[in-house]
């Protein structure tokens, strides 16, 4: 199986780790360090290598960081981990912040009187350092650039990985990498850039098309390189990572360097260099302001161009869809089946991840299932493990967060399910959270809007309950590529307008700690919306990629609108429509009687 069930999180070593590094800030003169969870591209799933953050602390979420100074450690965390970090990490030594309400920058200012906190300026991006300095501009705190304290106290640190590329064919990619090379250099020329450096692995992955295997569950490849303003790019990646086949896909305006040879490379560039002071770490700037090299700062030029999926990448992305539908369905089929109380949460994500291997084009999964039983379920980002594996028992519910990486396309599916009879309180927050699905999946908007105007529409059937869910309602997909791609998102934070072939999911929830967690989750790609008689003005619309039943158990009807649930039932009718002919017999039959249709409450 590509997943396991060991524990990585060690709250015991928390305290012997963070006095070592202590002692060895204190010989160093400084008063503090930040520990992020970040690698040097940025990555949200990183190398064993350089989880750093977990290797200190104990906390395994995906997103975070830690400021280690003299008489406090805080573990600042986002609405997604304020659970899980309780139970990952030793309270005694480790205090949880909750981020971002609470800004580092006027933390470390309430905790530490005076003096020097350093950084690894490859782990930090320049918005980021730049905020940091700025909120501390009146105090006698300074940030300092420094070496990496935590790599110096770590004595058994994995060696960086060396996962072998491969080729990602023309025909998926919907366009070839000379193509899109030569439309990515005409942009910087046009603007008078003489390159830009490129520090994402999906850029670099996207841009050659060619895929990788340096990180779990995301196809990519760890390296820098730099696209000049003649579409010619220098790679630097280790070479035994790149065999014959490869090379030979890269062609003759590829050039492959080491690693080593990244920053002396910085060094003879001609400007002005695009960077991007989001995602580039403060080293590459910093690098070529030394040199004397111009920089321009300014989004990386693949990010958009990757976004916004071709006609052959939708594609892709609806079979995928489709495939990884039917095994979702064989699986709900056969947890139905199975005995009241027979199953535990690790036994569920076996099953699921062997319906999905069954379908013989599996290339991983997407991220490590999330199966979560009961007060499990509360947890966003819960990891079934050996230790804290439930029971799923009767009469509660199980929520399954999974994904699967299909060489056509990137799959995340989320649905909860009724282990039994659900209690009337689950029922009515289950159909809230499903309504603000709905809302999301039927909207037309003007085009413009950006991800922070539509989040508003997932929330408003909790809102007027008085509940709310401490996430995005949905983040960007990759077309066989990372499972969380920027910079498109369903967020209060994303200002970035929305665009015909953007991939985002749809998930809208309600956890309620000790007790359970509801998501729903589909993925939808933008479109043009169809032009009404009476349109005024063009506008953008959804279309839903993923086809699986929702648990009608779970669902009160007499709140559904008309409207409401005329979409679930014409949803329902394209999930038999599509999936069904890919079953078995069983399978086919219990998603007959899953996608009957929902009938109008009776009146009183």
Wanted: net charge negative; glycine share 8%; hydrophobic share 40%.
């Amino acid at each position: 199986m590509f997943q396991t069930f060991d524990s990585p999180a060690s709250p015991e070593q928390g305290p012997p780790r963070l006095a070592a590094l202590r002692a060895a800030l204190a010989a160093e003169g400084l008063a503090g360090f930040i520990v992020p969870r970040a690698d040097a591209h940025q990555g949200e799933y990183v190398a064993g290598r350089d989880d750093r953050l977990q290797w200190l602390t104990g906390f395994t979420g995906s997103a975070g960081f830690c400021v280690v100074l003299p008489t406090v450690a805080g573990v600042f965390i986002d609405g997604r981990y304020r659970t899980q970090v309780k139970a990952q990490v030793d309270l005694a030594a480790y205090t949880p912040v909750p981020w971002p309400e609470v800004k580092p920058g006027p933390w470390i200012a309430d905790h530490l009187a005076a003096g020097d906190v350093g950084f690894d300026p490859w782990l930090h991006t320049a918005d980021e350092i730049d905020k940091l300095r700025t909120t501390l501009e009146d105090c006698d705190v300074s940030i300092r650039s420094t070496r990496n304290f935590v790599d110096s106290i770590w004595p058994d640190q994995p060696t960086a990985p060396l996962g072998r590329a491969f080729v990602h064919p023309d025909a998926l990619a919907g366009e070839s990498s000379a193509d899109k090379r030569a439309r990515l250099a005409e942009g910087l020329r046009s603007v008078g850039q003489r390159a830009a450096v490129l520090t994402l692995p999906d850029s670099l992955c996207w841009l050659l098309n060619i895929r990788g295997a340096d990180v779990p569950r995301n196809p990519i490849l760890h390296g820098f390189a730099i696209l000049h303003d003649d579409a010619r790019v220098t790679l630097f990646t280790d070479a035994a990572k790149i065999d014959e086949t490869v090379r030979a896909h890269l062609g003759q305006q590829v050039t492959l360097r080491p690693p080593s040879a990244f920053v002396p490379a910085l060094h003879t560039l001609q400007g002005p260099v695009r960077v991007d002071r989001a995602t580039a770490p403060l080293a590459v700037s910093d690098e070529l302001h030394e040199a004397g090299v111009e920089v321009a700062w300014g989004d990386d030029p693949c990010r958009l161009p990757k976004a916004r999926k071709n006609a052959a990448e939708i594609g892709g992305m609806r079979e995928a869809h489709l495939r990884d539908g039917a095994a979702m369905v064989e699986f709900l089929c056969w947890l139905d089946a199975q005995p009241p109380g027979s199953q535990t949460e690790i036994s569920v994500v076996r099953a699921l991840e062997g319906f999905r291997r069954a379908t013989n084009a599996l290339h991983d999964i997407s991220f490590d299932t999330i199966s979560g039983a009961g007060p499990n379920g509360a947890i966003m980002h819960y990891r079934v493990t050996e230790e804290t594996n439930r029971q799923v028992a009767p009469d509660e519910l199980l929520l399954v967060d999974s994904g699967a990486q299909y060489p056509d396309g990137t799959t995340d599916i989320t649905r909860t399910i009724a282990m039994g009879r659900p209690d009337p309180e689950a029922v009515d927050c289950y159909t809230r959270v499903l309504q603000g699905l709905i809302a999301i999946s039927r909207v037309r908007w003007p085009v413009g809007l950006s991800g922070r105007d539509l989040d508003p529409l997932a929330r408003f059937p909790l809102w007027v309950a008085g509940r709310d869910f401490d996430h995005g309602t949905g983040h960007g997909v990759g077309a066989f590529l990372s499972v969380h791609e920027g910079p498109q998102r369903l967020s209060r934070l994303s200002e970035v307008p929305l665009e015909p072939g953007m991939i985002l999911s749809n998930e809208p929830g309600y956890y309620r700690e000790g007790a359970f967690g509801i998501r729903l989750e589909n993925l939808i790609v933008v479109q043009e919306a169809a032009k009404g008689a009476d349109a005024h003005r063009r506008q953008l619309a959804f279309e839903t990629l993923t086809f699986v039943p929702f648990d009608r158990r779970l669902i009160d009807t007499a709140r559904l609108s008309p409207d409401e649930r005329q979409w679930l039932n014409a949803y329902h009718a394209a999930v038999l429509e599509r999936i069904g002919p890919r079953l078995s017999e069983a399978a086919l039959r219990w998603l007959q009687a899953a996608c009957a249709p929902l009938q109008a409450a009776a009146a009183v």
